[in-house]
């Protein structure tokens, strides 16, 4: 390595240290660096970038390797062991499922049984022990010896990164992958920063290929810096302000209960949650074609479905694509009938729910899916095709808003509170002077949200795209919309994505 590239690492590290060390005043210690954060934005990412490129080729999944893991582990580095644990039973689990798949099919399927059954073990310990300690302790009998573990924490992204070490193995075992011998290779694989934390989940076989055999190059680097960009926006310019009315009408609720606000509350809550996470999965996409990578796509117009079957198609494609694959398909699917069909369901959706986390809110919102679902294969789907579009659409944005008061208040009371004043119960009227100048005040952003939420702005782009003017706009663009970001953050306090917690 030459000595300018060396006097600059040491410079770009000091660097780091400092905003390091200044954002550290803002930003709890036990969360992870996240990409909306100016120390990602000006320090990790450009270190990173610098030298990935600057080293030979056969030492970037190395490279990508650490620094994922220091990524990581900035908040919460104790958990980098319990990672690297995970790692490495899941490898050599791999090779043993390879060295016995035609010699010995018993210990073949019992290297693929341990494996997954050590990684889930780490899953549920984590996310559920307090939570089923503090659900038998309901039970009088249990109550003195049901006790949760004081100050055990959730590792952050342990449900992604253990959903994608899951399909290695068995798509090792389905013969539908190689083995991975390179141990590097693989910890690259299930380290990956941009998708480590929440997504989208990549499968093994999606990117096998390019973990050693992918080649760089300036056209994809430069779309992945304009999806980073438009993802970085819909993050801290849409999805934050989405984010700030809804905590406004939500806590209103509590001591002006209006319908006019429980509206808001719903809409505020059902765009803030596309953005956050679409923005989210925009920029993990991007960050990918960074580095040489193809991450599948994760959203695809949500809001403008017809149906709720329709919606679960089209919002968090890759969770959605990982439970059919490796829950549903594997109990039967729809091959055995409309009874066993719905029993199928049944565990896909109370696995959803409980994924998303330990509390009794995400079962009901699990259960409330799988109702309307079964309902819509029964015989609403064919209803639903007859009617005009305009209908159909409000049918299922309604729908969806409703299921979102129930994943939003763990506090079921609340979120009672909110579904019985849209219709006007336990209200002191339509609105109070208030929340109508708030509702009014907060209009003009959520117009653009909703507008954002649909295929138009993408469509007058494609329109557009090749006119000389917009080539040399967009670099402007992608630069205008990091110093206006940068400035929200710098005026903002720690804003994490709500997807960091399951």
């Known amino acids: 390595m030459t000595k300018p590239v060396q006097y600059f690492i040491i410079i770009y590290t000091e660097y780091y240290v400092f905003l390091a060390e200044t954002e550290r005043i803002k930003m709890p210690e036990e969360i992870a660096v996240v990409f909306s954060s100016l120390i990602f934005l000006f320090a990790y990412l450009p270190l990173t970038l610098a030298v990935y490129y600057v080293v030979p080729r056969k030492w970037r999944n190395v490279v990508l390797f650490v ?76 109550s003195e010896v049901a006790k949760p573990i004081e100050g055990l924490s959730l590792p952050v992204g342990i449900s992604f990164y253990t959903f994608q070490i899951m399909s290695y193995t068995i798509d090792l075992y389905r013969h539908e992958t190689e083995v991975q011998k390179n141990y590097v290779a693989f910890g ?75 509206w808001m509350t719903v809409i505020c809550y059902t765009l803030h ?37 329709e919606f679960w198609r089209r919002w968090h494609i890759t969770l959605s694509t990982w439970f059919r694959e490796y829950v549903y398909i594997p109990l039967g699917g729809n091959r055995k009938g409309k009874a066993r069909q719905y029993l199928n369901l049944a565990a896909v959706w109370l696995l959803t729910g409980l994924w998303h986390g330990a509390s009794w809110n995400f079962v009901l919102w699990g259960v409330y899916f799988l109702v309307i679902l079964v309902i819509e294969k029964a015989f609403l789907l064919r209803a639903l095709e007859k009617i005009p579009r305009v209908f159909s659409h409000l049918y299922a944005i309604l729908l969806i808003g409703i299921g979102w008061i129930i994943f939003a208040f763990p506090n079921l ?66 630069a205008l919309i990091l110093v206006l970001c940068t400035a929200y953050l710098v005026d903002s306090t720690f804003s994490p994505f709500l997807y960091y917690i399951f």
């Not at 490495?88 to 210990?107: D, M, N, Q, W």
């Not at 430069?222 to 009408?249: E, I």
């Not at 002077?433 to 469509?459: D, N, Q, S």
């Open 273 to 309: 949650i596309y953005y956050d996470f679409s923005g989210y999965s925009d920029m993990a996409i991007g960050l990918g074609m960074m580095f040489g990578f193809k991450f599948p796509e994760n959203f695809d117009y949500p809001y403008i479905s017809k149906s709720i079957t």
């Open 188 to 262: 690259t694989y299930v380290t990956l920063f941009p998708q480590l934390i929440a997504g989208p989940i990549v499968r093994y076989r999606d990117v096998d290929d390019q973990l050693i055999g992918r080649r760089e190059n300036m056209a994809d680097i430069a779309a992945g810096v304009r999806r980073f960009c438009a993802g970085l926006a819909k993050k801290v310019l849409l999805g934050d302000g989405a984010a700030a009315a809804f905590r406004y009408f939500s806590a209103a609720a509590g001591f002006e209960n209006t319908a006019l606000g429980a």
């Open 413 to 478: 009371g609340e979120g009672w509170t909110i579904f019985a004043g849209m219709f006007g119960a336990g209200t002191v009227g339509f609105a109070t002077p208030v929340v109508l100048y708030e509702a009014l005040r907060y209009l003009p952003l959520l117009v653009i949200c909703m507008v954002g939420a649909t295929p138009l702005p993408k469509r007058l782009f494609e329109k557009i795209k090749d006119k000389p003017v917009v080539t040399y706009a967009t670099p402007v663009l992608c």
């Open 67 to 142: 620094l994922s893991l220091l990524f990581y582990g900035w908040g919460e580095p104790i958990y980098i062991a319990l990672m690297m644990v995970s790692i490495t039973v899941a490898y050599v689990g791999g090779l043993f499922i390879e060295k016995y798949r035609h010699t010995s099919p018993g210990k073949c399927k019992a290297a693929m049984i341990v494996s997954l059954a050590l990684n889930l073990a780490f899953l549920l310990f984590f996310k559920y022990f307090n939570f089923a300690m503090e659900t038998l302790a309901l039970i009088p009998f249990l």
